[in-house]
Nanobody, 126 residues
């Protein structure tokens, strides 16, 4: 049974940093594109960052480019999201998602993904 479990969320002041982790229990993890989405209250779930299963190519939403870094550790089946220079508008529930292989650039619609975690709350105070 596939499981994705996010952790690392919390409350941080604007300008601060957090590092999110997504621990996966998934066969052939290295064949999955891994993506972070977020959903703020009253808003649609939106794409944040993705890391491709091949070559480790990465892609970011314009709103986080230069501040967030996605990475993966295939032997430990974990994907990370390092978030720096956080802003109040980054406040949201952050979800990781897995897509078997997929194309590049990755889909930005959450409904296109195969598996989801339960999410972790990130709150940035001003």
């Amino acid at each position: 049974q596939v499981q994705l479990r996010e952790s690392g969320g919390g409350l941080v002041q604007a300008g601060g940093s957090l590092k999110l982790s997504c621990a996966a229990s998934i066969q052939s993890f290295d064949t999955y594109t891994m993506t972070w989405f977020r959903q703020a209250p009253g808003k649609e779930r939106e794409f944040v960052a993705a890391i491709y299963w091949m070559r480790g190519s990465v892609n970011y939403a314009d709103s986080v480019k230069g501040r967030f870094t996605i990475s993966r550790d295939n032997p430990n089946q974990t994907v990370y999201l390092q978030m720096n220079s956080l802003k109040p508008e980054d406040t949201a529930v952050y979800y990781c998602a897995a897509l078997f292989r997929g194309t590049w650039p990755p889909p930005i619609g959450w409904e296109d993904y195969d598996y989801w975690g339960q999410g972790t709350q990130v709150t940035v105070s001003s």
